[in-house]
Nanobody
Framework: VQLQASGGGLVQEGGSLRLSCAAS????????VAWFRQAPRNEREFVAT????????YYADSVKGRFTVSRDSSKNAVYLQMTSLKPEDTATYYC??????????????????WGQGTLVTVSS
């Protein structure tokens, strides 16, 4: 499967954006799909993930209550709805697919297919 992330852009503090991750040459159905982000000079960090079943989601503490990850199997897509955005959310966001073991859903090493990234900039 190949992934393509889109939907990034410039938004003011407090605003919202929805990122999309589309799959091609395959289907998401047998993979967990996660979002990670990386700000300049920072390491890549986990944001959210949704299990292959679609029934379980997990979030980083920094985005809990503000971001929502969902998947639409009919469109072979995963979304990250971001609300109440803060300047510290500024980063390049990546979607990734994999089959993480048990509780290691927040480890980038568990995901072997990555999209190209989409830039989110939140201005204050």
């Amino acid at each position: 499967v190949q992934l393509q992330a889109s939907g990034g852009g410039l938004v003011q503090e407090g605003g919202s954006l929805r990122l999309s991750c589309a799959a091609s040459e395959g289907t998401f159905s047998s993979y967990d799909v996660a979002w990670f982000r990386q700000a300049p000079r920072n390491e890549r960090e986990f944001v959210a993930t949704i299990r292959r079943s679609g029934s379980r989601t997990y979030y980083a503490d920094s985005v809990k209550g503000r971001f929502t990850v969902s998947r639409d199997s009919s469109k072979n897509a995963v979304y990250l709805q971001m609300t109440s955005l803060k300047p510290e959310d500024t980063a390049t966001y990546y979607c990734a697919a994999g089959r993480p073991i048990y509780s290691a859903y927040d480890s980038s090493a568990m995901y072997n297919t990555w999209g190209q990234g989409t830039l989110v900039t939140v201005s204050s």
